[in-house]
């Protein structure tokens, strides 16, 4: 378990894809992820993997970073990213909605091996990134 905190404590932490727009944004606990819309996407599992409320494991994070599991591709960034790959400029950031219930977690599928980060943006470099949205 990792027990280093990947954020700043009771800090909302934003998300923006390949075109720098903020996707969603990780709530001031520090395990939650949720879309503007207030829905729910995925939890932080052990301060490090990013895991959907199905069980599947989506990435995880690195140097403020989330890494797509899929291809070791950059998936989003925050404002705490270091290295990487090339980010480009940051819009505003929506308004958030009221903040949905959040369903109850599945059973975690088996960590899959990490594939090598690879040094392009993610495919689903966007709200696709999440199978349960």
């Known amino acids: 378990m990792n027990d280093e905190l990947p954020f700043p404590e009771d800090e909302i932490v934003p998300f923006y894809n390949h075109e720098g727009r903020a996707v969603f944004y990780l709530y001031s606990d520090g395990q ?9 996407l995925a939890y932080l599992h052990n301060n ?3 895991v959907s409320f199905s069980g599947e494991y989506l990435g995880w ?9 899929s291809d070791g591709s950059y998936a989003f ?13 940051r819009k505003s950031r929506p308004s958030r909605s009221s903040r949905r219930s959040r369903p109850s977690r599945s ?24 199978p349960d949205y």
């Open 48 to 50: 490090e993997y990013i």
């Open 77 to 89: 960034f925050s404002p705490h990213a270091s290295g990487g790959v090339s980010r480009p400029s």
């Open 32 to 40: 939650y992820f949720y879309h503007y819309d207030g829905t729910p």
């Open 107 to 130: 059973s975690r599928e088996s960590r899959p091996s990490r594939p090598s980060r690879t040094t392009c943006w993610s495919e689903k470099s966007s709200e696709d990134y999440f």
């Open 61 to 69: 994070v690195y140097n403020g970073w989330i890494i797509d599991y």
